[in-house]
């Protein structure tokens, strides 16, 4: 999915805090987990990888969600500058 598409899911920003919490949880998890301080290292680089592809899509999807809200704030206004352009015949 494409971050315009994640955000216009209902409840997108509740899913994207929830997909965070549910990683940092698995990589405390593995990053404890790990048999030895090189495996600990290895288990942390990779979900720090991970951790930064999510953040720059969750970035992108949190624009859209921020855009969004503010079209939504915005056209109440639109209309009624547009009625009363209409109203006043300029």
């Known amino acids: 999915m494409t971050p315009r598409h994640v955000a216009r899911r209902p ?28 495996a600990m290292v290895e ?11 999510t953040a720059a899509s969750n970035f992108m999807a949190m624009g859209v969600l921020a855009l969004d809200a503010q079209a939504a704030a915005i056209t109440p206004f639109q209309r009624t500058i547009a009625a009363n352009t209409e109203r006043l015949g300029r």
Do not use: Y
Request: aromatic residues 10%.
């Open 11 to 38: 409840g997108a920003d509740l899913a994207l805090a929830s997909e965070a919490v549910k990683t940092a949880t698995q990589a405390t998890f593995a990053i404890t987990g790990s048999s030895s301080p090189v």
């Open 43 to 53: 288990t942390q680089r990779r979900f720090a990888a991970t951790w930064f592809e």
